[in-house]
């Protein structure tokens, strides 16, 4: 049988429609009061990372990334990660010493896994990046 998915909603979707990509951020966006999304691009909220980094207790923020798909949307990690980073510094008590080691690393990672597969508009959101967290943080001037 042929694939049929583009003309015909998958049983069980809402009302007979098709999956909106918004649906999730429409969800979030009228509630009062709603938690603060650390992650737009995935919408992870500041409790659900904490509960995350409590449970886990991880070593890195390649390990919460892992657990909660923390920095896996289009950014890479670009508009979110350096917020994980200071959740991570607050809630294990991490000295600024350790805070900055673990954003580095996990930057230097990142770069490698992306960095041989980047083209066209995947290469320009990886340079945004990149101005952002050398433009605007320095991060390559971090006491480590």
Same mark, same amino acid.
């Given at each position: 049988r042929p694939c049929r998915t583009a003309e015909e909603p998958l049983p069980g979707s809402e009302e007979e429609r098709f999956y909106?990509?918004? !649906? #999730?951020? @429409?969800?979030?966006?009228?509630?009062?009061?709603?938690?603060?999304?650390?992650?737009?691009?995935?919408?992870?909220?500041?409790?659900?990372?904490?509960?995350?980094? !409590? #449970?886990? @207790?991880?070593?890195?923020?390649?390990?919460?990334r892992r657990k909660v798909r923390l920095a896996m949307g289009p950014c890479q990690g670009g508009f979110c990660i350096y917020r994980a980073t200071g959740i991570l510094h607050d809630f294990e008590h991490l000295d600024h010493e350790a805070a900055n080691s673990a954003l580095l690393d996990f930057l230097q990672e990142r770069w490698k896994g992306v960095q041989p597969i980047l083209h066209g508009d995947q290469l320009r959101q990886a340079r945004l990046d990149d101005w952002i967290f050398q433009g605007l943080l320095a991060v390559e001037h971090l006491p480590a």
């Open positions: 909106w990509l918004g !649906a #999730r951020v @429409r969800a979030q966006e009228p509630v009062p009061n709603s938690e603060e999304i650390i992650c737009e691009c995935e919408l992870i909220t500041r409790s659900h990372l904490i509960e995350a980094i !409590a #449970r886990g @207790r991880p070593s890195s923020l390649d390990d919460v």
